[in-house]
């Protein structure tokens, strides 16, 4: 029996040292290698995950901007507490805090 095993393991030999080379080389050394595809696949699952939270930002974004741009009121309050706008004759005292940001109330 083992004359048997070891005649046909020399017969194929070269081709079972062959096959094992190239799935060693398709899972560590290609371009698209098992390895590859493993970060690619973290790349995409981290991009599905971004692309999520700037859709809800987005969204958040735009029921902002329709509350704003419907009354000429809160218009008025967004200006001059983001971009720190003021009417004529008007005095305006900005507050930073520590890292010399200005402060917001929300």
Known sequence: MK???????KDYQFY?????LFIV???FFDRSSLLT??????????LAKEKAFYESELESIKKEEKAILGDMNSLEKFAREKYLMKKEGETVFVLVD???EPIKEE
Do not use: H, T
């Open 16 to 20: 079972i040292i062959s096959a094992g």
């Open 37 to 46: 595809q493993i970060d690619l696949a973290m790349d995409l699952k981290n």
């Open 98 to 100: 520590e890292d010399n």
């Open 3 to 9: 004359k048997i095993i070891s005649s046909r393991f």
């Open 25 to 27: 080389w398709l899972v």
